[in-house]
């Protein structure tokens, strides 16, 4: 399979641009170029080799007669065009229209299985990236035990995590029936409530008819008892009439005079009886007191129905099944040189967007700086951006750079230094009511990763002199460290961490395709000499680091396309995450404890987190 992938790559790719050939012409040894391609080797003959008429062929050197013509472009024609090559394109271009694209290379179909990184890639994706990966194309890999063995895998999880989803429903229909008893609570509470307000009106009912009723027996009895008195004068007024009347009629004079004198002494009677007559009269009504009416305000307000906000807690996820087949080691020396992996993991737990509206390319974060407040600043070298992120990585503004920025670090509160390489400078920007460059400094190399120790810049140069620079804030260089005359792993450092004076970690990505060149990560102290170094095979072209509360160092490999854990010890090496896509920036967050992923031209940041 191996053979027939090469042989695809022979014939589809140009062998001078490395492309997929386009109008491809086919040379006498059978050896197809690009139209264009063609047109330039011929161009480019030395004039002599041109006046003899013949040039070599770029694959097997075989020579080629060159046919007469006025114009090179006539003799670019003159060289037939591959219908082979056509036909096949055409054959794989509609057998690849239901297959996803690669991401890497958007024109070309990911139909090739990566074992080794468990992704998909494309037949460019072998010729580059991955020349050193175990690759197997559809067919082979559906037949083959990592595919029988991912399906048991995937199969297991499914109904793994639908076991899972079956124990939340049932706990969300136990919280529904929770929330109904709630409310026949509260209905329940209310009547209480209106039985209790219903006795209480009942007592004030009772007193108050109570009181009337007694006030009404007093008053009518007194009343009474003066009617009575008044009916008996009135009777005696009306005797004295009637005997006053007879006596007039009487020719009697002392009959007469006796009458009057009796009606005088009633007449005086009466007068003195009414004089002692009083009419006490009491009314009575139902008073409200402001009380009342402040308590009836009160009562709109004193009852109400209050929530309260909990969560409850969901059953946690079941471990993931991954069962990972034996691949065929490479070559004994990297037997030996392996090491046990760790009994630590990182999840993935969350992740975020950082392309903003008016980004015009894919974001390319390579570096970063957490701020004392929590704070995140983004450097995205692909918008020539820094972007900045509360501690919720809520995106809050962005800023334009003169230039391709690579990494940032803290210097002050609220300002960052910033490197950008290709213009030899180092930026010094304040975050305070918005962000503006507040001074810079130019440097003798190409500054790349940054970070400071001791109130100095510590600073990498890559492949400008394989050097480790310490800077002060002018700029001016206080020790050096070449790594150029070392081992080729310590080559091209591209990012630095610093732990304390006496621990300096620097990302080397190593010069050379060589698969005994993998980089490394370099410590040195502040005296620039180097400390030890942490080589595995199962990490290649080290990119950058991070350091956790706990000592712990985190390094990305771009090739190896993971993420690799070391104790501060150094007694305990391994892989935490696996299966990425050209890791390019690691980063941790001491506010959420989490660790921040970016890949290249990546539009979000992945968040996560450790387990044992």
Known sequence: MASLISTIGDLLLCPVCKEVLRQPRTLPCQHSLCHDCLKTLI????????????????????????????????????????????????????????????????????????????????????????????????????KSTYYTTKCNDISENLKRYRSHLGLVMDE???????????????????????????????????????????????????????????????????????????????????????????????????????????????????????????????????????????????????PSIVTHPQTPRKSPAQSRNKRPPTDVCAVKVNAFGVRMHNDKSPCDVTGSAVMADGRLVLVDYNNKKLKVLDSDFKLISDFKTDGASFDATEVAKNQVAVTVPKEKKIHFLSLQDGMKVSDSIQTRLECWGIDTVDDKLVTVTNSDDHMILFLNRKGIELISCSLGSQDPNMKWPISVCAESKDRIYVSCQGEGDSEEINGCLVVIDAAAQVRSMYMDPGLRKPTSCTRDDEGNVFICGLTSANVHIIQKSGDRLGQVISGLSKPIHVKFCPNSGSVLLMERFCNDVSVYQMQE
Request: negative net charge.
């Open 172 to 318: 969300i229909t136990t919280k529904i029936d929770d929330v109904s008893r709630d409310e026949e609570n509260v209905i329940l509470e209310l009547k209480c409530l209106r039985d209790t307000f219903n006795s209480a009106f009942d007592s004030l009912e009772e007193r108050i008819l109570t009181k009337g009723m007694n006030l009404k027996k007093q008053g009518v009895s007194c009343l009474q008892k003066q009617r009575t008195m008044l009916q008996e004068l009135r009777t005696d007024l009306d005797t004295s009439l009637g005997e006053v009347k007879e006596a007039n009629e009487s020719d009697i004079p002392s009959k007469r005079l006796l009458a009057l004198r009796t009606a005088e002494a009633n007449l005086k009677m009466v007068d003195m009886e009414m004089g002692s007559v009083s009419l006490p009269l009491t009314t009575f009504k139902l008073q409200v007191s402001a009380k009342m009416e402040a308590c009836m305000v009160m009562l709109k307000d004193a009852v109400d129905v209050v929530t309260e906000e909990r969560s409850f807690e969901i059953p946690p996820l079941p």
């Open 43 to 142: 161009s480019n003959i030395d004039r002599l080799e041109q006046s003899h008429g013949d040039f070599p062929c770029p694959v097997c050197r075989s020579v080629t007669k060159l046919p007469k013509a006025s114009s090179i472009e006539i003799q670019v024609v003159a060289f037939p065009i591959n219908r082979l090559v056509l036909s096949m394109m055409d054959a794989i271009t509609q057998h690849n229209d239901d297959w996803p694209k690669c991401k890497l290379h958007p024109d070309k179909s990911a139909d090739l299985v990566c074992v080794t990184h468990d992704i998909l890639v494309c037949s460019k994706c072998i010729l580059t990236s991955h020349r050193h990966c175990r690759v197997l194309d559809m067919n082979d890999y559906v």
